[in-house]
């Protein structure tokens, strides 16, 4: 709209709207704060699941490190979570009810089942004490791991934002790709001597991700403009360079501390980019009505031709001002 | 009230509105719906733009030209459609959105905690977080109105009956012979919106009869509930977790 009053004689190459606003109440959630929650999510899904590996093939300080790690990864997730509620105070009324329909729901019980163990792993790691249960509160967590990795794509699929839902085949794979990296660059910095298993990890979950965010954006045809443009697209782009540019250099970094430390730095910040790009895409998207009616009308059968309206053919006035 | 009861809902006429807002001022008063803002926006007569956490009824404004220059003047009362299958409902984490035995959809306040996930989930742009309150919002088809056996607010305050409330399958019936009267008349723009189960909802409890394309209200032309495809969604994540493991488990396979 905003063309003056000029009336369109030719099909409208833009969906029709009202006055432009957007049809979806978009998402209400706050950055840092969901962003954040996704991303620490991610790395605490990763982390446990090195740990678990270190465990097995004797790796005592990389398991000690990333069973930490996965700690307060999950403690920051958790706090990041609260904090975004609009009522902080009522946060356990989400276990209130077990709600298959709600990926809200399960999450809050995969975050109450993955917190415990993975505190209790961190815990019996660091003071040595309860050896076994340590090494069961591992295997827990390392179990819970991939459902915490996911859960937050279906979270964000399972919404009325065409740029998430119609995204939904490739965002677990963009989610777990993105939190095993980062977790992966988390151990490199933490535990440089015994980081070579996550080095691996490191490439192939960039990969994956890599891959699925491809897939994603050509699959999502005009959708996929709100993960390349505005805000969203800095964020994906930048995702896009410092996740390569990690991944080679925990590779080169092995005898040379200071770059496969800057490479696991640039490993988490590439996630946290992808987080908040695909996080700024979902409300660009709702923002759009375009993003909405287009898709919608275009599955739907061609109206009646005109022939079958003989009332005076309509314009939409465009707003004034 | 038994289990019996019938399922009550909405008809709005759009065809006889005159976009007086009584609508929206009873709905206000009867729930104290708090101020939803003083702006004004240039969009013909509405300043209220659309539905939200303190906007329960929205009457839109649409001004249309014909060629000729003839003017017309579009008018509808929007509010929540009470989906057969409602995204909000599906999505509550805290059972505080609830339906009721009237079938009618409602969130429970003192147990919402505000987690906002109802809000991108609707198809229609309805519920939203009241600000300051943190909490979601949204029409409740006046429930402890209907569930004394009276009639919503805003459907008493209409005075062109525009804003017709009684049992779904009524409104259903009336609705569809309204249709053939405007179409007799020569309105041959008249349609239906929502009122079909075999809509991406499974048909609205709150239905409309329009004079336009969804979109020109501001309504999406075919609304799909997100949780239809939940299923799908599930399995993607289970199929991407396990990719996950696998990956880990790899990784340390080899020496270093």
């Known amino acids: ?321 | 009230m038994t289990a019996t009861q019938p399922r009550v809902g909405f008809f709005t006429d759009t065809s006889v509105c005159i976009g007086c807002k009584a609508c929206e001022v009873a709905c206000k008063e009867w729930n104290q719906v708090p101020d939803d803002g003083f702006r004004f926006t240039g969009y013909s007569y509405d300043n209220t733009v659309g539905l939200g956490a303190d906007t329960w009824r929205h009457v839109a404004f649409i001004e249309q030209t014909a060629p000729s220059g003839d003017l017309r003047w579009l008018m509808a009362s929007d509010v929540c459609k009470h989906c057969t299958e409602a995204a909000c409902l599906d999505v509550c984490p805290t059972g505080s959105l609830f339906r009721t035995e009237l079938g009618t959809v409602v969130v429970q306040e003192d147990v919402c905690n505000g987690c906002g996930y109802c809000i991108p989930a609707c198809p229609f742009g309805v519920i939203d977080q009241r600000k300051g309150d943190g909490r979601a919002w949204k029409c409740t088809l006046c429930y402890d109105r209907t569930s004394a056996g009276q009639e919503p607010a805003c459907a008493q305050a209409c005075p062109t009956d525009s804003i017709q409330f009684g049992p779904l399958d009524e409104l259903r019936e009336r609705a569809a012979r309204r249709v053939e009267v405007l179409h007799e008349r020569g309105v041959t723009d008249a349609r239906l919106y929502g009122e079909s189960p075999d809509d991406g909802v499974g048909g609205a409890g709150a239905f409309f009869l329009l004079l336009d394309d969804a979109e020109v209200y501001g309504l999406p032309p075919d609304p799909v509930v997100p949780t239809r495809r939940l299923g799908a969604m599930w399995r993607r994540a289970a199929v991407a977790g396990v990719a996950m493991v696998a990956a880990a488990a790899a990784s340390f396979l080899g020496g270093g």
């Open chain 1, 1 to 321: 709209m905003g063309r003056g009053g000029e009336q369109r004689m030719v099909p409208r190459a833009e969906p029709r709207s009202y006055y432009g606003e957007p049809v979806l109440n978009g998402p209400v959630w706050k950055v840092p704060d969901v962003p954040a929650y996704l991303f620490l999510g991610g790395v605490a899904a990763g982390s446990s699941l090195l740990a678990a590996g270190a465990d097995l093939t004797g790796r005592a300080v990389l398991g000690r490190r990333t069973k930490v790690a996965a700690l307060a990864a999950i403690g920051g997730s958790a706090v990041a979570l609260v904090h975004d509620l609009g009522r902080p105070s009522r946060f356990l009324n989400m276990l209130r009810t077990f709600k298959p329909t709600s990926p809200m729901s399960m999450g809050s019980w995969i975050l109450a089942a993955y917190g415990p163990v993975a505190g209790a792993a961190a815990a019996s790691s660091v003071t040595g004490l309860a050896p076994g249960a340590g090494r069961a509160a591992t295997a827990g967590a390392a179990a819970l791991a991939p459902a915490l990795a996911t859960y937050t794509a279906v979270l964000l699929a399972d919404t009325a934002v065409p740029a998430w839902h119609e995204a939904h085949r490739e965002l677990p794979f963009v989610f777990a790709g993105s939190g095993a990296a980062a977790a992966s660059g988390l151990a490199v910095l933490l535990a440089p001597g015994e980081a070579e298993p996550a080095r691996r990890l490191a490439a192939v979950a960039w990969l994956v991700e890599a891959v699925a965010v491809e897939r994603m954006e050509r699959r999502l045809g005009p959708l996929a403009r709100s993960y390349g443009s505005g805000r969203a697209g800095r964020w994906m782009r930048a995702g896009k360079v410092l996740a390569p540019v990690g991944v080679t250099a925990v590779q080169a970094g092995r005898r040379r501390r200071g770059v496969g430390a800057a490479g696991g730095l640039a490993l988490l910040a590439a996630s946290l980019c992808t987080r908040f790009g695909v996080f700024e895409a979902g409300r660009a998207s709702a923002a759009d009505p375009a993003q909405t009616v287009g898709p919608q009308r275009a599955r739907l059968p061609e109206p009646d031709a005109p022939a079958t309206h003989p009332g005076p053919q309509v314009h939409d006035r465009d707003a004034p001002g």
